[in-house]
């Protein structure tokens, strides 16, 4: 697991607990450049944390160095859209955004199909999540969304108990 901090690193032995703290470690390391062997990993899950990366491309070339042949990269991350393209003004709204939470720049889905493709990765795939997520977001941040996801996240009605 890459870590922000050491107190994040702590939190998480500690929310282990005794009942999987055997079988996982907390690392803090540089997710580009890692000290992990080659091909120690089946699956590496990058949540909302890639996005904080310098180069998304040194993360996904080390991803490809620690998988093993068959292994599995999966993305869950901030994209920007592709379609329609944000425009200048849309690029300076979302600037102090991504600077108040250190985000170097966002990639569109193509732009990691790409790096992924370069790293030597095949049967790439995407899944645009953002109707799952969006009604979680911040107001305002729909304005970004493509339009297809917008209508995903309409309000429903609620078919829970209560």
């Not at 292994?71 to 600077?99: D, K, N």
């Not at 095949?122 to 109707?131: D, E, K, Q, V, Y």
Request: a positive charge; aromatic letters at 8%; one cysteine or more.
């Amino acid at each position: 697991m890459r870590s922000a901090s050491r107190s994040c690193r702590t939190r998480c032995k500690r929310r282990a607990g005794r009942r999987i703290a055997g079988r996982v470690s907390f690392q803090l390391e540089d997710y580009a450049n890692t000290s992990f062997a080659e091909s120690s990993f089946d699956v590496i899950w990058g949540l909302e944390s890639i996005v904080h990366a310098q180069s998304k491309d040194a993360f996904v070339r080390e991803a490809a160095r620690l998988l093993r042949p068959g292994g599995r990269l999966l993305i869950s991350e901030y994209m920007l859209r592709e379609s329609p393209p944000l425009a200048a003004g849309e690029h300076a709204y979302l600037e102090p955004w991504l600077t108040g939470w250190a985000m170097p720049s966002l990639l569109s889905p193509a732009e990691y199909r790409e790096a992924m493709r370069l790293a030597g990765f095949a049967a790439i795939g995407a899944h645009n999540l953002t109707g799952a997520v969006l009604p979680r977001w911040a107001p305002g941040a729909d304005r970004f969304a493509t339009p297809a996801a917008r209508q995903d996240a309409a309000p429903r009605e609620d078919h829970r108990r209560p």
